[in-house]
């Protein structure tokens, strides 16, 4: 809101917003059940509308990334307003919440061989720093650390889960 300059205090402005990311986080998960690569296609062109182009979200351009997403577009709007996607999707944010997910970008990895626990990194853009984590590099840090937080790179912090 504060980018484009929309008062904090705007009540119909908020309730849109919120309908528009809602409405979109749908539209990624009806996308996905098509496949992931699918629904990764479509979120990818989805962002690049909204987040590169600067386009609004509305009902044309989910239907227009649809297409563009080469998804079956029958099949993706009986999906993305069926009660199966929103009890996906409120599965996925019961999940998160599980995981103590509360910022974003959040990335959670679970290592089920050797050193049994669970990473999260809390603002990670960093793919050296999460490569390290999945080859194994960090593997003394995180064992001789437990149930704490780790700090690695200036912006990120790792969690034991």
């Known amino acids: 809101m504060k980018k484009k300059n929309i008062p904090l205090n705007d009540l119909r402005a908020r309730n849109q917003i919120f309908n528009n990311i809602y409405q979109a986080s749908l539209d990624y998960k009806a996308a996905s059940f098509q496949g992931k690569r699918c629904g990764r296609s479509y979120l990818l062109k989805l962002q690049k509308q909204i987040v590169d182009l600067g386009t609004d979200y509305s009902e044309d351009v989910a ?17 993305r307003h069926s009660s199966f996607t929103i009890n996906s999707f409120k599965q996925d944010q019961q999940m998160a919440a599980e995981m103590n997910v509360h910022e ?10 050797g050193v ?22 960090l593997n003394d840090e995180i064992v001789s650390e437990p149930n704490a937080s780790v700090k690695k790179h200036p912006s990120t912090s790792l969690h034991i889960l």
């Open 116 to 137: 049994d626990c669970g990473i999260s990194f809390t603002g990670c853009d960093s793919y050296d720093l999460l490569k390290q984590l999945c080859t194994g590099q």
């Open 104 to 113: 974003h970008p959040t990335v959670v990895v679970y290592n089920l061989e």
């Open 63 to 79: 239907q227009a990334t649809a297409q563009v997403s080469n998804l079956d577009c029958a099949m993706f709007n009986d999906d």
